[in-house]
């Protein structure tokens, strides 16, 4: 079993930077493929980023070239860098990890991860 806490969620205004962190505990972290999901009040959970075994990594549209993902399979933590927030990136920021079929896959569907965090809060205020 698989435990995932995030952290590093905090109130910042728009255009300021954040990383989030996400230790895990209980697995083979680096046979996992990684991502991260958010979800605001009122709307579906939504894929932002995930990063293969090799490091291989997909932003969502929202995310690329302002969201960075990265591992660190020494510290079994999973990072995602932050910059130029915007108000409409207010939402709860989930970890998720998943027993990778392959060292290069990554997974961007909310349902092919097995396990979760309890999310860390973002809010940007404009």
């Known amino acids: 079993q698989v435990q995932l806490v995030e952290s590093g969620g905090g109130l910042v205004h728009a255009g300021d930077s954040l990383r989030l962190s996400c230790a895990a505990s209980?697995?083979?972290?680096?046979?996992?493929?990684m991502g991260w999901f958010r979800q605001a009040p009122g709307k579906e959970r939504e894929f932002v980023a995930a990063?293969?075994?090799?490091?291989?990594?997909k932003n969502s549209d929202s995310a690329k070239g302002r969201f960075t993902i990265s591992r660190d399979n020494a510290k079994n933590t999973v990072y995602l860098q932050m910059n130029s927030l915007k108000p409409e990136d207010t939402a709860t920021y989930y970890c998720?990890?998943?027993?990778?079929?392959?060292?290069?896959?990554?997974?961007?569907?909310?349902?092919?991860?097995?396990?979760w965090g309890q999310g860390t809060q973002v809010t940007v205020s404009s």
């Open positions: 998720a990890a998943v027993a990778a079929a392959s060292y290069y896959r990554i997974y961007d569907g909310r349902y092919d991860y097995a396990y």
């Open positions: 209980g697995g083979t972290f680096s046979t996992y493929a």
């Open positions: 990063i293969s075994w090799a490091g291989d990594t």
